[in-house]
Every structure is written in C-alpha cells, then in structure tokens.
C-alpha cells in the first residue's frame, strides 16, 4: 500500500471505527480490527518478512487470532459479517490476484461504509520485464481500470497474448521510469462504488490494450514499435505458418 494512503487511513478514522482488511495477510494494516484471507494467522506479514516493505504502520496489531477469518473470499457465499459493520473496508494488491474480484467488490459494498482499494495500474500490468521476460506480474489474472470520479472499478481478463505483441505492452526499460504513485491505482469510496468486468470481442482487446500504450507513450514523447495482432499470430504458430507483418 502506498505510504501516504496508509497514513490517511489513519487520519480519517477515530479510535472507535471498526476496520476491515481483506486479503491482507501478506502485508496485514496493523489498524485494521478484522481480517479475512484465504492464509493461516500464524503466516501473516510475508512482505516484511522478506523485506519487501517496512514493518507495520508503527502500532501494535489491533486484529487478533480470532477476528482473522481464514476463508476463500472468492466461494460465493456471503462474509460472516453484517451489512454495514464495518466504517471502513481496505484491500490492497489483492484483487488482480483472485478468481473473482467483482464478487469481492459486492461483498466489500456490503459489509463497509466506506473504503479504499489499490492494485497495479495497466502502466504498470502491461509493461515488460516487471519481474522476467514477460509482461506484468506473472501471477496477475487481471487488467484493471478505476475511476476515481466515478468511483467505479472494472477488470478485464488478462490475456496470454499479451506476451506475444509488442504492440500491446510497454516497452523494456518503461516500467523503471514509473513512480511508485504511477504504478498504481487506488479508489476511496463512501456508501458504495460500481464494479464490473469488462468483456472482448473479437479484436477489441488489442485496441484496448494498445490504445493505452500509444496514448501514454505519445504523452511522453515516445513511439511504439509496430503493433501485431494477437490472434492472427497466435493462429499462425498454430498452423505452422509464420505471422504476415
């Protein structure tokens, strides 16, 4: 989580607002009262454990063994909790993780009155050599887009694709120049946000995923090689045939 929208979790909440974190075992908010993940209480705290981040938000842990809730929050079965229980719902680089984040998105409008919500931007989900010689997060299921005005969040199905069109993803060396604010997207809400999954046909996810590459990459003075399509490559290898230019 960003170090300033953790601190300002802090400061928008009084000592008597009861707060959720879902899906935070690996970097649990010491603040929040409630946890709900798929992983064990005794595992919690994987990032500071391998240095990743820095322990804590500087507090001892308000949750305890018995307010973490070890559960698939993806199963479709509602969360043992109340509609409206908690003041305020965090869930941080979890979504682009899980089978089913619009499922968790109607179960944190449900239990919460308010919330925050951060995951990888498309800047950085679509830029090559993040972690290997592949595009993003090599565990990422989704591309996620938030309007922060509209307090919407969507997710489109990251495609295997993606790896095979330079068309479509930034270049080497562009996921270096990102800030750590540019690499991410976050959504505050209060009362409720819209969610949904964002579904292709057809050749509209190439547009969708190069219009954002031409777009950013004009906007810093950059060009982009030449984009392919996706699916007549793909058909090509498979027939045995090499992609036309």
């Known amino acids: 989580m960003l170090r300033a929208s953790r601190h300002e979790i802090l400061a928008r909440l009084s000592s008597c607002d009861v707060l959720l974190d879902v899906g935070g075992w690996a970097d649990p908010l010491d603040r929040a009262d409630w946890v709900i993940d798929l992983m064990p209480y005794e595992s919690r705290g994987l990032y500071e454990r391998e240095g990743w981040v820095e322990g804590g938000s500087g507090g001892d842990e308000r949750f305890t063994r018995d307010t973490w809730i070890q559960r698939d929050i993806c199963d479709r ?7 409206g229980q908690f003041d305020f719902v965090t869930c941080s680089h979890t979504l682009e993780d899980i089978r089913d984040p619009v499922w968790v998105c109607s179960e944190m409008a449900r239990v919460g ?33 938030v309007d922060p005005d509209a ?26 120049s990102l800030s750590a604010r540019e690499r991410v997207e976050t959504l505050w809400w209060e009362d409720h946000f819209s969610f949904s999954e964002r579904v292709f046909v057809a050749e509209s996810m190439d547009r969708y995923l190069a219009d954002l590459v031409d777009r950013e990459l004009a906007s810093r003075g950059l060009q982009r090689r030449r984009p392919r399509n996706v699916r007549q490559r793909l058909a090509a290898r498979l027939v045995g045939s090499r992609p036309r230019p």
Do not use: M, N
């Open 77 to 83: 079965a509602p969360w043992p909790f109340e509609d």
């Open 113 to 145: 009155r308010a919330g925050y919500i951060e995951v990888p931007s498309r800047l950085e989900e679509q830029s090559w050599g993040v972690t290997g010689p592949f595009v993003g997060w090599e565990h990422h299921r989704w591309l996620i887009d």
């Open 151 to 176: 307090r919407a969040i969507a997710f489109a199905l990251k495609p295997h694709g993606i790896h095979t069109s330079a068309g479509v993803y930034f270049p080497p060396g562009f996921h270096a």
